[in-house]
């Protein structure tokens, strides 16, 4: 699904990662300060998270049923989808073992919960990375360095002087 010419998934999934994992920044600057502020502030971006989350989950089935089937692309996005649940299934969980604690004040087992769906977090956008980045989901057909501006309404495949392949060349080490 795209707006204005790009995915909206990709857009949405910025706010609840960048949420839920400083909403554990959060609680490690509770842990070293004892200032509760910290675990008020982590328990509101979990909140948050988890709600952006869910709305990016949205768009990214909607993403995934256009994926032809019995490809790698399908079976990757699938497994991204299925962590990015758990991602939220786990900080919904932290949450609720927070939420009538005074000042929200962090278990242990919070805490822990909160770490292990920060670690399925990088997986899942290593998943994610691997569907744009290597498989181009989400990459219009026939990109390159030269490309008209998505707005324009013309192609990515329109040719322009000097175009360059989409995948400029590196060297590995």
Same mark, same amino acid.
């Given at each position: ?14 706010? =609840? ?150 995948? =400029? ?5």
């Amino acid at each position: 699904m795209k707006f204005m010419g790009h995915a909206v998934h990709p857009m949405l999934i910025v706010f =609840p990662l960048g949420l839920l994992a400083a909403s554990l920044g959060f609680d490690a600057a509770y842990l070293s300060t004892d200032n509760p502020e910290f675990a008020i502030v982590s328990f509101w971006m979990i909140s948050a998270g988890i709600i952006g989350g869910l709305l990016a989950a949205i768009f990214g089935a909607i993403d995934w049923w256009g994926i032809r089937a019995n490809t790698r692309a399908k079976a990757i996005g699938l497994w991204h989808g299925i962590v990015n649940v758990i991602v939220v299934l786990l900080f919904i969980g932290s949450w609720i073992l927070r939420q009538d604690v005074p000042g929200y004040t962090p278990s242990t087992s919070a805490i822990t919960l909160s770490c292990v769906a920060v670690g399925c977090a990088l997986i899942s956008g290593w998943l994610g990375g691997e569907l744009v980045e290597r498989l181009g989901v989400g990459v219009d057909t026939g990109a390159h360095l030269n490309a008209p501006n998505s707005l324009s309404g013309r192609p990515a495949s329109e040719h322009a002087q000097g175009a360059e392949p989409a995948v =400029p060349r590196t060297h590995s080490l």
